[in-house]
């Protein structure tokens, strides 16, 4: 599985971004998903996930309200809508999906390479 982030860039405070995570590969094995952030000198966190059949997602307290996660199974895609947005979201963000080989079971982890969200005051 091939995950592939876009639709970061440089935004003032209080305005919005939309990322993108497409998927490619085994993509029919893929179950949840989710967004993860590092900012300069800080660990990387979760900032939300959301299940296979997006039936269920959880949030970091820090986006609640502001940010959406969501994802289409039909193109292999998923989003994060990001409204409100302040300076201290300004991070690398990464998308991260669990896969289940569908020939032997065994679960891996895989990682975009990251897209860059600057937020400025």
């Known amino acids: 599985v091939q995950l592939v982030e876009s639709g970061g860039g440089l935004v003032q405070a209080g305005g919005s971004l939309r990322l993108s995570c497409a998927a490619s590969g085994s993509t029919s094995s893929i179950n949840a998903m989710g967004w993860y952030r590092q900012a300069p000198g800080k660990q990387r966190e979760l900032v939300a996930a959301i299940t296979s059949g997006a039936g269920s997602t959880n949030y970091a307290d820090s986006v609640k309200g502001r940010f959406t996660i969501t994802r289409d199974n039909t193109k292999n895609t998923m989003y994060l809508q990001m409204n409100s947005l302040k300076p201290e979201d300004t991070a690398v963000y990464y998308c991260?999906?669990?896969?289940?080989?569908?020939?032997?079971?065994?679960?891996?982890?895989?990682w975009g390479q990251g897209t860059q969200v600057t937020v400025s005051s």
């Open positions: 991260n999906a669990d896969v289940v080989s569908v020939t032997t079971g065994v679960k891996y982890n895989y």
